[in-house]
Structure formats: C-alpha cells, structure tokens
C-alpha cells in the first residue's frame, strides 16, 4: 500500500468508536486531568505522521506567530491539536454531569434580551476552545435552541458531545443540505430560538475580507444577514478553558443589531462593520487564549 495515502488517511480515522471508548474509560476511572494528560501521547502520533492534520494547523499558526520558525511551528501544532483533543473530553465531562465550574463574562446583555423579549436570538459560535459544551450550557438561559453546524464525516465524531445524553431538545440543522441550513435558521428564529452559528467558518461563495491577524482573511455573513432581516441581536460568544480542566468560561460580546437595506454587492458591503466586530472579538480571543483557536483552513487564501 502507498505509504502517502496511508498517512493521508490518518485524519478520516480519527475519531473511532474504540478510541472514544477508550477514552470514556479513562474518563470514568482517571478523571478530566489523566485523561487530558493522555491526549499528549495520541496528538503526538497524529503530529509525526498525520501530515494532512499537522499542515491545515499551518495557515493560523503563521498568521498568529508570523516570526516562529519551522521547528517552533511544529511544536505550536502539537500543542493546538492536543487542546483540540483535550477540549472534546472536556465536553464529555460537561455531558455526563460531572461537577464543572462554569463561569461567565458579560452575560448580563444577553439574560436582559432573553428576559425582554420573546424574540429569536443569534448566538455567534466560534470553533474555540471546549465550544461542543456550550450547548448545554446555552439552555440554561430558557430558550430552545438551533445549532447550524457542518455535518462531520466521521459520525462517531460527534459534534453534539455535549449533549448527546442529556435528554434536553437541541435542533440541528446542517451547513451541507440544499439550503444550507438557511431555512431551519430562519424558522427557529420565528419560533424565538437562540440559534447558534459559526462565525469563523466560510462555506459561502460570497464572503466578506476583514482584516485578521495582519492580513485579510474571509467570513461569512449569513448570519448578519438573517439577523438584518429579523431584527434580532447577534451575541459573539467564546467558551475558554481556564485553569487545568476544570474551569470553562463563557465570554460574551456586546450585542449587534445588523441594518440592511441595500440589494447585492452592497447588501453585503453594509454588513462589513457587524462581521468586522465579531473579527476583532474573535483576534481578541486567539490573542489570549492562542492554543484554543481551532482555525483549520487556510482562511487567508482569498479565492
């Protein structure tokens, strides 16, 4: 068998149904910490020999260190996939109840809109930090919730982690369907939903380039735009690990109110300023928490 398709097939055989048993166990009989510690030996392996994983880490890790060389790169990249890795236990832990200290900053805003108004709210997710436990955590606040998210193709890599086994209704709705998701996003904001959206990841073919990290780099607007057409607030949201691994914290951004009342290429140009907003958030975060950003496209490649 050709040694580079085998090395290249390393990243579709991560995730596998022994592997996360493995580490349900582990979880169950050493706790988060030993099992976190763990994850430094996987990652290791993927780093060495998953060439695919370790050069999709290269476009953030360059932009957020542009003067590391190679070797403290490589490093860097072990370090980012072992936080991946240790952010998806983290949210196992939060699935199966066991005590986690949870803390929030500036969630005033956001308990005010929901307490006024009946009306849907976009929340604006990142894929940072232990961000698959935040679902548990957002219906807290009293709403349903709607998660517009990219179907994975490894199915035992389960996006829902952290609410797989909580017997709470979540609806999903999925970026690779016909419309995107864009449907299901605006039905649960008619319903008065929080309704969760990525805000880091553009599978638009129109996006908007916003300066981040030195360089423009593109976002995806949609969000902004349903926000427009409803008038609902966007609420950035980023959930961080604090401490060793047992401490989240939530950090809220002020809330966007997006206007648009123009038509095609300057519908989008009006939303510039929103989606510029949530990006200075988003530069904020990398800059204080850098090995929790889980940016793994090439987002500067402008097309």
């Known amino acids: ?57 290269m476009p953030y890790l360059r932009h957020r260190f542009p003067k590391a060389g190679s070797f403290r790169l490589w490093c860097y990249a072990y370090r980012l996939m072992v936080s991946q890795g240790q952010s998806l236990l983290e949210a196992a832990v939060v699935d199966s ?17 929901i307490l006024k108004s009946k009306d849907g709210i976009i929340l604006l997710i990142s894929h940072f930090g232990p961000w698959q436990a935040s679902m548990s955590t957002v219906l807290n606040y009293g709403r349903n919730v709607t998660i517009v998210v990219q179907r994975d193709q490894n199915v035992n890599v389960d996006k829902m982690m ?24 605006m039905s649960a904001i008619e319903r ?27 976002f995806p607007f949609a969000a902004f735009y349903l926000a427009a057409k409803y008038t609902c607030p966007v609420v950035p949201m980023f ?49 204080r928490f850098p090995f929790q950003c889980y940016i793994f496209e090439d987002v500067w490649e402008t097309r």
């Open 192 to 218: 008065g939903d929080i309704v969760c959206i990525m805000g880091d990841r553009c599978r638009e073919k129109d996006a908007l380039l916003i300066d981040f990290l030195g360089e423009p780099a593109r």
């Open 97 to 113: 109840g066991t005590e986690y200290s949870i803390n929030s900053e500036n969630d005033t805003e956001l308990r005010d809109l």
């Open 162 to 185: 952290a609410v797989k086994n909580s017997g709470l209704k979540i609806n999903t709705a999925f970026t690779d369907d016909l419309t995107g998701g864009v449907l299901d996003a």
């Open 1 to 57: 068998m050709n040694d580079k398709k085998v090395m290249q097939g390393l990243s579709a055989t991560r995730g596998s149904s022994f592997g996360i048993g493995f580490f349900r166990l582990l979880l169950k009989f050493g706790g988060i910490n030993r099992a976190c510690e763990f994850v430094w030996f996987i990652a290791l392996f993927y780093v060495l020999f998953d060439h695919k994983a370790r050069r999709s880490t």
């Open 239 to 287: 959930v961080f690990r604090e401490k060793r691994h047992d401490t989240l914290l939530f950090h809220f951004g002020k809330a966007l109110y997006p206007e648009c009342h123009a038509h095609g290429h300057h519908r989008r140009e009006s939303l510039r300023p929103y989606v510029a907003a949530y990006v200075t958030e988003l530069e904020t975060a990398s800059s």
